[in-house]
T-cell receptor
């Protein structure tokens, strides 16, 4: 089955700096890669996703890049703000299966 | 946007009792729903895939007789934790998206259910 590894497990940045979280996946058939933000005790919220036919996608301060050959994808958050502090999960899935395999999560702390 | 409602949001039960958790898609039909479990400071682990009108598919290591899943309609899936024990205490989250040709729709999560077994 699919295996998704995520790094780092914790990340602290100063407000205004950029944050980068990286994930690798094992199944070359995976073609959908979402990123979720989860605040303590709450549901994961989709913040951005990318499909395998695209190399990069951007939405305001958030961007995701995908390298299919290397089987890794990354989340980039620019101009970080304290409200960006949360746990971020990457995930991967195959369209036919639809269920997601999640990475282990990254606790992002943005220091004011 | 698509909304998934999960109930209850938290429950405390005694060891040996059963607990039912409901997951509803409020504004779309979901032929498939997924049940995840999340222990503190850990990732979401897929427990089972709930298929409307047929048996659920369980992930390896998940006891199907302990975690009963019923998906009787296109908008409702239930997870029943039978004979709960303290080690079953966890955060249970369901998710769903429209089936059929709508695979491009993202997965939507319920609010989760915090289960504490005493």
């Amino acid at each position: 089955g699919e295996n998704v590894e995520q790094h780092p497990s914790t990340l602290s940045v100063q407000e205004g700096d950029s944050a980068v979280i990286k994930c690798t996946y094992s199944d070359s058939a995976s073609n959908y890669f979402p990123w979720y933000k989860q605040e303590l005790g709450k549901r994961p919220q989709l913040i951005i996703d990318i499909r395998s036919n695209v190399g990069e996608k951007k939405d305001q301060r958030i961007a995701v890049t995908l390298n299919k050959t290397a089987k890794h994808f990354s989340l980039h958050i620019t101009e970080t703000q304290p409200e960006d502090s949360a746990v971020y999960f990457c995930a991967a899935s195959k369209a036919s299966a639809r269920q997601l395999t999640f990475g282990s999560g990254t606790q992002l702390t943005v220091l004011p | 946007g698509a909304v998934v409602s999960q109930h209850p949001s938290w429950v405390i039960c005694k060891s040996g009792t059963s607990v039912k958790i409901e997951c509803r898609s409020l504004d779309f039909q979901a032929t498939t729903m997924f049940w995840y479990r999340q222990f503190p400071k850990q990732s979401l682990m897929l427990m089972a895939t709930s298929n409307e009108g047929s048996k659920a598919t369980y992930e390896q290591g998940v006891e199907k007789d302990k975690f009963l899943i019923n998906h009787a309609s296109l908008t409702l899936s239930t997870l029943t934790v039978t004979s709960a024990h303290p080690e079953d205490s966890s955060f249970y989250i369901c998710s769903a998206h429209p089936g059929g040709g709508s695979y491009n729709s993202p997965l939507h999560f319920g609010n989760g259910t915090r289960l504490t077994v005493t």
